[in-house]
């Protein structure tokens, strides 16, 4: 059996949650606040700590728009497909600004590395990598900063290949620089876009292209080179996946003439396999044993090997089993819980299967909402996320049948795969960095005595003099209100939750006081009692003589921060 090696950290980082306990002010009032966690866990490369675009510990939110659910959202500088990379409150990404000079075809560009606070989304630094033109143009949907940074929490490294790779300090202080691979001279001038790969004391470069190929090892203190290997590899757009079998490490990598597999200490190749299709993008998966890699340009390949071969594996035992249609093209396979997802060519169309033995459980299942995919899928609290380039993103379960659970939009282009880390997700559209985050929720219970009553407005809440209206007539949309009521505020709506006093809610009390992101579907399924889908706290003191309210009779209640 082998283990990832992971690419950007060598050992999983430890949780470290913020406790919380509830406040109260008096006999009348309790209050109770769900905080979110610490930052718990990273993403500092692009396929995830186990580099299978799986995410262990994030829950990040399953519902958003393009202003729901949305912590904040920032205008990004140029142009840019790589994808965000997270190491504790910083946010890495780049990008290729035009200058204003050079031609139409071919502009020059300020070749950027970015860190963003991921609380604030405020800018922290910008580092200007090289300012140069393109040797070469790029696809029309492709850009010049295409390849997504890394870092292992030390040093952060951007990557615009032909124009060189860059290693910075978190705090943004150059280290180190390399800008002596050459120019790429890729397949019909589509342009460049494979990312490195961060391996114990190594940072792993791909480099293959219609010139001389090859994969280098750079010692990624210092950029010096460790060792090269030459590759019989037209252009692929694939990145490097590092995996351990029997004590030793493995570049796995793959290839239109052969997927292959290099020791890492040396760069000799340890096994090739044929029957890849053209110009490959995909990166390799793994898990429980097996290596997954697969492309699907005019053909279709996904092979599962074991990683204890030798020389030519095709035709061997090392060969457990292949697929030869609706295999991935660009988006990467997505290796989570024993069940490898991938999308058929570019398209929505999404295939999932047994990763032991290659049984599908569905297989080119059309998703609402999706049509052109860039982006890889990627897993997180139970749930799968695909995202269309028309910056759509369907989320479904991770589970052996295919069941819809959102579809989301954040109203432009994504090219780049998202991010989920702790509670959030990272998401990198073509024009802006959104910030999704669950709302945070605020319990309030309300006693109603003496026909006085507590109001809440904005983010405080204040006891109200004025009498309330019997609560049967507040407008809770057709559904019964409840005296002794828990009432939950999640941004503008106000739900009432349970008739039940306090003493009933303690096992709702320390349910909201755990680690794991408290949802609405928990408290619909929870002991305490139901939510009315949209209820609203009514204005104080706009009621007529009956008691009943009068317009406007809904107010806005600011989500709690």
């Known amino acids: 059996m082998f283990s990832h090696a992971c690419p950007t950290d060598s050992v999983l980082i430890s949780s470290r949650k913020s406790s919380m306990k509830p406040a109260f002010h008096s006999a ?69 600004v035009p200058t204003g000079n050079g031609s139409r075809q071919l502009p020059e560009l300020d ?79 589509f342009g460049e876009g494979s990312s490195p790969t961060l391996a114990g004391d190594m940072i792993i470069v791909p480099w293959d292209h219609e010139g001389p190929s090859a994969l280098f090892a750079l010692n990624k203190a210092t950029g010096e080179t460790i060792w090269k290997t030459d590759r019989d590899e037209p252009t692929c757009w694939a990145t490097p996946l590092v995996i351990e079998h029997d004590g030793k490490q493995q570049v ?33 998966v793994a898990g429980d044993g097996l290596v997954f ?4 340009h005019r053909g279709s390949f996904l092979g599962a090997f074991t990683p204890d071969g030798h020389g030519d594996i095709q035709g061997s035992p090392s060969v457990v089993w292949t697929i030869d249609k609706d295999t991935p093209d660009i988006g990467s396979p997505l290796l989570s819980a024993g069940r490898l997802y991938f999308h058929k060519g570019k398209s929505g169309q999404l295939s999932c299967v047994n990763a032991q033995t290659g049984k599908p459980f569905y297989m080119a299942s059309r998703i609402p909402g999706l049509d052109n995919i860039y982006a890889s899928p990627i897993a997180a609290g139970g749930y ?22 959102a579809t989301n939009n ?32 605020r319990f309030v219970l309300d006693r109603r005595r003496e026909r006085h009553w507590h109001g809440i407005e904005g983010t405080s809440i204040k006891r109200k003099s ?91 209640v600011d989500p709690v921060i």
């Open 384 to 405: 799968v996320y695909l995202t269309s380039r028309n910056g759509t993103t369907t989320v479904i379960k991770d589970a052996e049948q295919l069941e819809v659970v």
């Open 28 to 96: 009348l009032l309790c209050l109770l606040i769900l905080s979110s966690s610490a930052h718990a866990d990273h993403w500092g490369h692009w396929r995830g700590p186990l580099g299978n675009g799986v995410a262990v510990k994030a829950h990040p939110p399953t519902e958003w728009s393009d202003s729901k659910n949305v912590k904040w959202k920032v205008e990004l500088p140029g142009r840019g497909s790589g994808s965000p990379v997270v190491w504790d409150n910083q946010i890495f990404i780049t990008t290729a």
């Open 293 to 296: 890699i697969g492309s699907g």
């Open 466 to 556: 004025s009498p309330a209206p019997p609560i049967s007539r507040w407008p809770f949309f057709g559904h019964e209100s409840r005296q002794d009521s828990w009432i939950l505020l999640q941004a503008s709506h106000v739900f009432a939750v349970s008739r039940r006093p306090l003493r009933m809610q303690r096992p709702l009390a320390r349910r909201i006081s755990s680690d794991v992101p408290f949802t609405a579907a928990d408290l619909r399924r929870s002991k305490s009692g139901t939510i009315p889908p949209r209820a609203y706290w009514p204005p104080s003191s706009r009621f007529d003589h009956h008691g009943r309210p009068t317009p406007p009779s809904m107010v806005r």
């Open 252 to 284: 796995i990598m793959n290839g239109q003439t052969c997927a292959r597999a290099y020791d890492l200490k040396t760069g000799k190749e340890l096994w090739r396999c044929g029957g890849q299709t053209e110009r490959p993008c995909a990166s390799p």
């Open 111 to 189: 070749f950027q590395l970015l860190s963003f606070d991921r609380q604030s989304g405020q800018l922290q630094w910008k580092r200007s990598c090289i300012v140069a033109t393109p040797h070469q143009g790029t696809h029309s949907t492709n850009g010049f900063a295409s390849a997504s940074p890394c870092t292992d929490g030390t040093r952060v490294y951007a990557h615009f290949g032909s124009r060189g790779l860059y290693c910075f300090s978190m705090d943004g202080t150059p280290v180190w620089q390399r800008t002596d691979f050459g120019a790429m001279d890729t397949r019909n001038g």
């Open 410 to 441: 954040v109203g432009e282009t994504v090219d780049a795969t998202p991010a989920p880390v702790d509670n959030q997700l990272i998401i990198r559209g073509e024009q802006h960095l959104f910030c999704i985050e669950q709302s945070k929720w």
